[in-house]
């Protein structure tokens, strides 16, 4: 659903980019609530399993095709305002390197895929987590309808998007049913891989899926009628995450430098409908048209698996570092922080 430059006007584009700027900002203080020294590596790591598997398009309809949007698993496992960070760096790596979405139309992506998806999965998630019984499988489970609602979610903030400031002159209704149509096709799959994965997750390392925490039980030491003595607490070390890290990391690589060979080349739902409505006839060229990995090929290899394969690596490894940089730093503020409060409560 990357939005090309041209389909939006200036002015909207514009309130579009000051939306998300602000919302960047105000996650960038949350997520020092969310992170701590385990979550802050992983949040770098899910930004670029998220940008990994957005290259993996699978066919929805005849000639549609959709890909992960990622808001939901984002807040799911490491947090809402950590989320929208999250594929805030994707949108970024894939506007500047991949030539993938508008540069001008940047904010309208940040504001559509990742502030939208990410709040709105977010808020049916806690809900359905707190109607369901507390077990696994109801993360699971809410995980699922999360992802499925956000998706055509996504699609009508477009649709509002475009009749605030749409460049051509396709009737606002025609452009809402077939965006959100083909939208909630594409939601299925997101909720499918949204669902596998946080259970994935869940299954190995349920302390590690923010959606989840609070699941788990105190152990209690109980006499023969049931009765609670005392609450049994934990002296074990924290648990490493490098383990979970590294099969992370790998299953990244090999989605975006192998699998995503065999990915649907038809056009995802915002192309399919802006083709057939008429709305991409006045989109522009992307300024990063002339980046030696426009179009996730890399230039000068002429072999295209071997081309394509490449450059999803180099994605999936542009979008660690600097997912990992920003999370890291955003995690030393928040330590910086207590650690001045703290010494200023014993002054």
Not at 93 to 109: E, H, R, S
Not at 158 to 179: E, I, N, Q, R, S
Not at 299 to 318: F, M, N, P, Q, Y
Request: charged fraction near 15%.
């Amino acid at each position: 659903m990357h939005v090309p430059d041209g389909f939006i006007d200036a002015p909207v584009s514009l309130a579009a980019g000051a939306v998300a700027a602000t919302a960047v900002a105000v996650c960038l203080r949350g997520a020092r609530r969310e992170l701590d020294e385990k979550t802050a590596p992983l949040a770098g790591l899910v930004a670029a399993f998220v940008f990994a598997v957005q290259m993996l398009n699978f066919p929805v309809a005849a000639g549609t095709s959709g890909h992960l949007l990622g808001g939901a698993l984002a807040a799911i496992l490491v947090g809402p305002c950590t989320g929208v960070l999250c594929i805030s760096v994707v949108l970024l790596m894939q506007g500047v390197l991949f030539a993938d979405g508008g540069l001008t139309a940047l904010g309208v992506n940040i504001t559509d895929m990742a502030v939208v998806t990410t709040l709105v999965a977010y808020a049916v998630f806690r809900l359905l987590v707190t109607a369901l019984p507390r077990r696994r499988p109801s993360v699971t489970a809410a995980a699922f309808a999360a992802a499925l609602v956000s998706v055509p979610a996504a699609a009508g903030a477009f649709t509002l998007l475009y009749a605030l400031g749409g460049t051509t002159d396709v009737p606002t209704g025609k452009v809402l049913t077939a965006m959100v149509g083909v939208h909630v096709l594409i939601g299925i799959g997101e909720a499918a891989i949204t669902a596998l994965t946080v259970g994935a997750v869940i299954a190995v390392r349920p302390d590690l899926v923010h959606g989840a925490r609070g699941l788990a039980r105190p152990l209690e030491l109980r006499t023969a009628d049931g009765t609670v003595i005392e609450p049994v607490v934990s002296t074990a070390a924290p648990r490493s995450t490098r383990r979970i890290r590294a099969v992370g990391l790998v299953a990244a690589l090999a989605l975006a430098g192998f699998v995503s060979y065999y990915a649907s080349s038809s056009p995802d739902g915002l192309e399919k409908v802006a083709h057939d409505k008429g709305i991409d006839s006045k989109a522009e060229d992307h300024a990063a048209k002339g980046s030696p990995l426009a179009d996730y090929q890399l230039e000068d290899v002429a072999d295209e698996r071997i081309s394509g394969g490449l450059a999803g690596v180099i994605g999936v490894g542009a979008t660690l570092a600097v997912g990992t940089g920003v999370f890291v730093v955003v995690r030393r503020r928040r330590a910086s922080a207590a650690a001045r409060a703290s010494s200023a409560g014993t002054v």
